[in-house]
């Protein structure tokens, strides 16, 4: 008898999916808008900071919305990257996706206002949620859950968890104070380019996360940097703590800029599969496409604030609506699965997701 041979599917080389990614584009973005309205009338009606005069909830209901929405998307996260839990046995898909969606923008809510209910302060919520995604992002992406591997989602999800919690207490109690959060839209394009994969090559688990982190460091240096150079960043002024001697944003537009870089740079790259950037081996692909998010970054930075007095009330409202696709852009990618759901070729790549075969 002939043994039966099972054809592979092909898989494409640095594939156009245009269709595919304008239906990624249109829900990421659609939602941004849509929550951002209903989030800021939220917030403006009943703060969740101590905000008591209509001065200062017009001020601060922007940081409302910021926290409210990181606090949510840290959780959604933690769930997509444990499998579900704790709707891991709902078997159709999407269901569990809205299920972990709508969950966590309530566990969002408490996890904000629980910041105030422990008399901590605004001054708080920077320190505690670039702590708490940093860690996440450590242990769960650049770490690739090495140290809960095989374990089953709800150990997954508590280990994480208390990992997290316990390593933010520490750090946000200690005169380190925060990990600065300005690593993270090196990391979107370093995740969904693999560029951080292609640098780590060869690597095992922890070593993999460690240098990772160092690179996305250093490049938070060089950017940081370059905006000295371009005066929209004072490295005299003092940060969030005094152990980073690495200054402050100079005035809101770097912020603006930042914010939309975080709904941009992840979004961009991986509901594009990584087209046209792919076209180009790693590691310039991989850089091309950092280059090419902050260049439509500074597009829509400047777009936005046209539109204030307009559209935008002030710079504020602005930067709520710049910021909230974030969250979108990471819900879907990790809880719903957009954007790895084709697998596809990086030039150069033997293998989807992974450049530990290439010299």
């Given at each position: 008898m002939h043994e039966v041979v099972m054809e592979r599917p092909a898989i494409d080389v640095a594939p156009l999916r245009l269709g595919r990614t304008l239906w990624a584009f249109a829900i990421i973005y659609g939602l941004g808008i849509v929550t951002c309205y209903i989030v800021n009338m939220i917030v403006q009606a009943a703060p969740i900071g101590p905000w008591a005069t209509p001065k200062d909830i017009a001020t601060n209901y922007w940081l409302d919305n910021v926290t409210w929405q990181l606090m949510s998307l840290w959780f959604a996260v933690l769930s997509g990257v444990s499998s579900g839990f704790p709707f891991q046995r709902i078997e159709n898909s999407m269901t569990r996706g809205v299920c972990v969606s709508a969950t966590s923008w309530v566990i969002g809510w408490f996890a904000a206002k629980g910041i105030y209910w422990a008399g901590l302060g605004a001054d708080w919520v920077f320190p505690i949620v670039g702590c708490a995604f940093f860690f996440l992002a450590f242990f769960a992406f650049i770490g690739e859950s090495w140290i809960v591997a095989g374990m089953p989602p709800q150990r997954r999800f508590f280990i994480l968890f208390t990992l997290v919690t316990f390593l933010t207490y520490a750090v946000t109690n200690s005169s380190i104070r925060w990990i600065p959060a300005w690593w993270f839209p090196f990391i979107e394009v370093g995740l969904a380019s693999g560029l951080l994969s292609y640098y780590?090559?060869?690597?095992?688990?922890?070593?993999?996360?460690?240098?990772?982190?160092?690179?996305?460091?250093?490049?938070?240096?060089?950017?940081?940097?370059?905006?000295?150079?371009?005066?929209?960043?004072?490295?005299?002024?003092?940060?969030?703590?005094?152990?980073?001697?690495?200054?402050?944003?100079?005035?809101?537009?770097?912020?603006?800029?930042?914010?939309?870089?975080c709904s941009v740079t992840h979004a961009m790259v991986a509901q594009a599969y990584g087209w046209p950037f792919s076209h180009v081996p790693q590691p310039w692909g991989g850089l091309l496409a950092l280059a090419g998010t902050f260049l439509v970054t500074t597009l829509l930075t400047k777009l936005l604030l046209s539109l204030v007095g307009t559209v935008f009330t002030d710079v504020n409202e602005a930067m709520t609506y710049g910021y909230m696709p974030t969250h979108w852009s990471f819900v879907m990618a990790a809880v719903f699965g957009f954007g790895a759901d084709l697998p596809y070729l990086w030039r150069g790549q033997k293998t989807p997701g992974t450049w530990d075969d290439v010299a």
């Open positions: 780590t090559r060869g690597m095992t688990q922890p070593g993999k996360a460690f240098v990772s982190a160092g690179l996305l460091f250093v490049a938070m240096l060089v950017f940081l940097w370059g905006c000295h150079q371009l005066r929209y960043w004072d490295p005299t002024q003092p940060g969030v703590g005094a152990f980073w001697t690495i200054g402050t944003y100079a005035n809101p537009t770097w912020l603006l800029w930042f914010l939309i870089s």
